[in-house]
């Protein structure tokens, strides 16, 4: 199985808080992994820290995180997180910018500022993410006019454009209703067959839906890694085992 991100070591800190306790983790190419665990136990630090968002706000790493065998704490974060998109929990359009300029955002903030050029990129991020069909026609509307599940789309597209490697998801759906939530996780499935996903989840029966591998984290440290259907099935930690049958948590 390919590997796409190694992280061996992993500590993470706020100040002299640790937040992260020697997590080490192989995460295999065009797969979903779904990251699990209670509140507070170091799921959206895990994923911040990938792409060094941690460091953004003020915490510190100390161990190694390598793509494609690349140590990501040498690499210049802004090309970095080209390679690495994250889509947030809450959707987050531009609130001044047009479906088509959100989705153009990314490419523009690189250089890229040919029509011609973003046009296309914009449909293929626009139908990456199915939402082209829906918005085709208002594409100079604003992105905050259109509803939640379909601006957690746009940010989607919006990260599609720059072509990332890697998909990191804080949580996508946490603020949507159920058919918007049912579109994001066929989504997920249909963008494994390009991208690797790592998705932070506080929702047991999507993770098992939409991942072929679970990481459960406790406390900081990652208690079990296997696949999903194991995880859920027949897990090796008792601990696991008491989280994802709904006795803690």
Not at 4 to 29: C, E, T
Not at 86 to 100: E, R
Not at 214 to 226: N, Q, R, S, W
């Amino acid at each position: 199985m390919d590997i796409k991100i190694s992280v061996k070591n992993l500590d993470a800190f706020y100040g002299k808080n640790k937040v992260l306790k020697n997590i080490s983790i192989d995460i295999p190419k065009n797969k979903v992994v779904a990251i699990i665990g209670p509140s507070g136990c170091g799921k959206s630090t895990f994923l911040r820290c990938l792409n060094r968002m941690h460091e953004v706000v003020g915490g510190t790493i100390t161990g190694s995180i390598e793509v494609d065998g690349e140590d990501l704490t040498r690499t210049d974060p802004v090309l970095l997180r080209k390679r690495l998109g994250m889509v947030f929990q809450k959707p987050n359009p531009f609130p001044t910018m047009s479906i088509f300029n959100n989705v153009a955002a990314g490419l523009r903030f690189n250089g890229v500022r040919n029509k011609k050029i973003l046009t296309p990129i914009v449909e293929r991020s626009l139908k990456q993410a199915a939402l082209w069909d829906e918005v085709k026609d208002n594409l100079e509307d604003s992105g905050v006019n259109i509803s939640g599940g379909q601006q957690q789309r746009l940010c989607i597209a919006r990260t599609l454009a720059v072509d990332p490697e890697v998909i990191l998801m804080d949580e996508p759906a946490s603020a949507l209703d159920p058919i918007s939530t049912s579109k994001i996780e066929e989504l997920i499935f249909e963008l494994k067959k390009n991208y690797t996903i790592v998705i932070v989840t506080h929702n047991m029966q999507q993770a098992a839906r939409v991942s072929d591998f679970t990481a459960f984290f406790y406390m900081g440290e990652l208690i079990e890694f296997d696949k999903t259907t194991k995880i859920f099935t027949n897990p090796s930690n008792k601990k696991t085992e008491e989280y994802v049958t709904g006795r803690f948590g």
